[in-house]
T-cell receptor, first 112, second 115 residues
Framework: QKEVEQNSGPLSVPEGAIASLNCTYSDRVSQSFFWYRQYSGKSPELIMSIYSNGDKEDGRFTAQLNKASQYVSLLIRDSQPSDSATYLC????????????FGQGTILTVHP | DAGITQSPRHKVTETGTPVTLRCHQTENHRYMYWYRQDPGHGLRLIHYSYGVKDTDKGEVSDGYSVSRSKTEDFLLTLESATSSQTSVYFCAITDPGLARGNEQFFGPGTRLTVL
């Protein structure tokens, strides 16, 4: 059974701070890693994908991947109240069709 | 939104009745997926399709069937709805030509309540 675990929330940070979201996965053959943002009552929105060890930056978002430790994280710099949402970690294995296994999500609240 | 629509967006039904949810996409994407989302469980894959008439089961397929007779439509049927199938259902697509193939994009969702 492939498992994806996210740090339990909710996570609350002040505006302007760095929010750190963490995710571990059990399947060592996993190849692709994604972070989705989901606002309440809305569908998940892809914000980051990462495929190689190291960091990937996109604006205020940085994804970090360590395959040896089976760990992927998302950093949000200069957090804004509009970043308040549930963040979902998703992992795809080495098989075809891109089936994703999701973590349970971490609720982030950014307070002014 | 990757050209994905879901219908209906909300539905209330009674235990034991059949229900069909529709996912429609306009951009000829090859792979389509049905997920359900429940508190504390994240998103869980129900069924997926890798082409017309090509479908397979996900991790929570019991009580559900799917059909894909056209590229653009992927139907999810609850053969006899139960209260445990009360959930929010999301359709998703991916395509090797869209991104790196594994990136999935979601439709707006259907909120289903089974009384």
């Amino acid at each position: 059974q492939k498992e994806v675990e996210q740090n339990s929330g909710p996570l609350s940070v002040p505006e302007g701070a760095i929010a750190s979201l963490n995710c571990t996965y059990s399947d060592r053959v996993s190849q692709s890693f994604f972070w989705y943002r989901q606002y309440s009552g809305k569908s998940p929105e892809l914000i980051m994908s990462i495929y190689s060890n190291g960091d990937k930056e996109d604006g205020r978002f940085t994804a970090q991947l360590n395959k040896a430790s089976q760990y992927v994280s998302l950093l949000i710099r200069d957090s804004q109240p509009s970043d308040s949402a549930t963040y979902l970690c998703a992992v795809a294995g080495g098989t075809s069709y891109g089936k994703l296994t999701f973590g349970q999500g971490t609720i982030l609240t950014v307070h002014p | 939104d990757a050209g994905i629509t879901q219908s209906p967006r909300h539905k209330v039904t009674e235990t034991g009745t059949p229900v069909t949810l529709r996912c429609h996409q306009t951009e000829n994407h090859r792979y389509m997926y049905w997920y359900r989302q429940d508190p504390g469980h994240g998103l869980r894959l129900i069924h997926y399709s890798y082409g017309v008439k090509d479908t397979d089961k996900g991790e929570v397929s019991d009580g559900y069937s799917v059909s894909r007779s056209k590229t653009e439509d992927f139907l999810l049927t609850l053969e006899s709805a139960t209260s445990s199938q009360t959930s929010v259902y999301f359709c998703a697509i991916t395509d090797p030509g869209l991104a790196r193939g594994n990136e999935q994009f979601f439709g707006p969702g259907t909120r289903l309540t089974v009384l």
